[in-house]
């Protein structure tokens, strides 16, 4: 999921030429430092959520061990999660973006 949203976002700064004259490799090196940072951002705000709800070591156990039932524990756990996830990645578009 991280790396399709790095690349979308790289997609759309390459049609607005705000990438011109990187490299392939250039942009495959953004791409992982993108998906890792939006990663880190949804984690950060997704555990900042389930804390009061006293979910928060659920969710990091899940990450590290059975990360593909994720997003149905997300969708269970917190109300509105597709409105929720979809603002957390426009707040992660803005702040590694500075959009």
Same mark, same amino acid.
């Given at each position: 999921?991280?790396?399709?949203?790095?690349?979308?976002?790289?997609? =759309?700064?390459?049609?607005?030429?705000?990438?011109? #004259?990187?490299?392939?490799?250039?942009? &495959?090196? +953004?791409?992982? $430092?993108?998906?890792?940072?939006?990663?880190?951002?949804?984690?950060? =705000?997704?555990?900042?959520?389930?804390?009061?709800? #006293?979910?928060?070591?659920?969710?990091? &156990?899940? +990450?590290?061990? $059975?990360?593909?039932?994720?997003?149905?524990?997300?969708?269970?756990?917190?109300?509105?999660?597709?409105?929720?996830?979809?603002?957390?990645?426009?707040?992660?578009? &803005?702040?590694?973006?500075?959009?």
């Amino acid at each position: 999921m991280f790396q399709d949203i790095a690349q979308e976002w790289i997609d =759309e700064l390459t049609a607005a030429g705000r990438l011109e #004259g990187q490299a392939e490799e250039d942009r &495959r090196v +953004l791409r992982r $430092d993108y998906a890792r940072r939006i990663e880190d951002f949804f984690v950060a =705000e997704v555990a900042r959520q389930l804390e009061p709800m #006293g979910k928060t070591a659920d969710f990091e &156990r899940m +990450l590290v061990w $059975d990360t593909q039932y994720v997003h149905k524990f997300l969708n269970q756990t917190i109300p509105g999660y597709p409105s929720f996830k979809a603002e957390i990645m426009d707040r992660a578009r &803005r702040a590694i973006l500075g959009e």
